[in-house]
């Protein structure tokens, strides 16, 4: 498995093209300042030293080598191991509202970023367990497919934000049907289903989906983040959202629902506030879940490969310096191509 540990230098082998193209650029402003001076046979005949083919091959050594300099600070890195690993552990899917209410702050810092964080810690907590993420607002997507990566994990979860669905809404039923369907097709393994949301459930069907995942073996938990009494929703420009009349919008977390849908899935409702209790709750729940034999691959250690890159710079630089602009006066009297 191929890697760079610091992909953000890639960009800037945008400055290959870039510098070849000044080049081409230059070489046909030089010609054309020559062909004032006169005839470029006879300019030609003025300079013998003068080589047309070895400015060109040092630009070319020199563009490689600066092409192979970037993909060295990108570090390359190569998967040395590959493990087929079996581990005792649950499978968990959970699904994050994104909605445009998961930004009221009745939950410091506010709903999402406190799921978000709940997420983290419980990321930190799994040992042999396997996990993916789902967001949804007015629909819903696999954000990362089930697995056992959990550096990963946390790197899709820092990206999680409203602006990753433009629609609108609160569709749980989706999201726990993605859920459903998220899952490996191993035996005898424990699968929960987390649904981390404020229950404005502006859908249906939420309930009819979570029977459906307890009919399959798997149960779904329900956090319910936010407050029952409303908060208003911030907006990116400093305010707060407004209805048509002019309303500041409240948006309360719907306990009801919430707990309908855990009911109905076969496990239960969690409210998250501002303490750790939710935290406390949910990692027992999943404790005294099924613990089944989980295979994974994991591609346990990688090797640095920038060393290779770094030596063949220093190589071309030397092939570059050694190389040139004029002919070489021992050699220029040789004559591979003669003509008969």
Avoid: W
Avoid at 103 to 108: P, Y
Avoid at 188 to 205: L, M, S, W, Y
């Amino acid at each position: 498995m191929f890697r760079f540990e610091s992909p953000i230098y890639l960009y800037l082998l945008v400055l290959i093209p870039l510098l070849a193209l000044i080049r081409i650029v230059a070489v046909r402003r030089r010609r054309k300042m020559l062909r004032r001076f006169g005839d470029m046979a006879l300019l030609h005949q003025l300079m013998p030293d003068v080589s047309r083919f070895r400015p060109l091959v040092k630009f070319i050594l020199l563009l490689t080598a600066l092409a192979l300099l970037i993909i060295m600070l990108a570090r390359p890195q190569m998967g040395t191991k590959i493990s087929h690993e079996k581990r005792n552990g649950i499978e968990t899917m959970i699904a994050v509202d994104i909605s445009n209410s998961m930004r009221a702050e009745d939950v410091v810092p506010s709903r999402l970023d406190k799921s978000k964080m709940l997420v983290e810690n419980l990321v930190d907590n799994f040992t042999n367990d396997q996990l993916g993420l789902i967001v949804f607002a007015g629909n819903a997507f696999i954000q990362l497919p089930i697995t056992s990566d959990y550096v990963s994990a946390k790197m899709f979860l820092q990206n999680i934000d409203p602006s990753l669905i433009a629609t609108q809404g609160t569709n749980i039923a989706e999201a726990i049907r993605i859920a459903i369907n998220g899952f490996s097709q191993m035996d005898n393994v424990g699968r929960a289903i987390i649904v981390i949301t404020d229950g404005e459930d502006h859908e249906g069907g939420a309930v009819e989906m979570a029977r459906e995942a307890k009919r399959k073996g798997m149960r779904v938990f329900v956090l319910g983040v936010g407050s029952p009494k409303g908060s208003p929703i911030p907006t990116p420009d400093g305010g707060y959202m407004s209805d048509n009349t002019g309303q500041t919008v409240l948006s309360a977390l719907n306990e009801t629902m919430c707990k309908q849908i855990a009911e109905a899935g076969g496990g239960s409702y969690i409210h998250v506030d501002n303490t750790n209790v939710a935290q406390e709750k949910l990692n027992a729940e999943l404790a005294r879940m099924q613990k089944g034999e989980i295979q994974t691959t994991l591609y346990s250690e990688y090797d640095e490969q920038f060393q290779a890159f770094g030596i063949l710079v220093i190589l071309l630089l030397i092939l570059e310096i050694c190389i040139l602009e004029s002919k070489n006066p021992l050699l220029k009297n040789i004559k591979l191509f003669r003509k008969k």
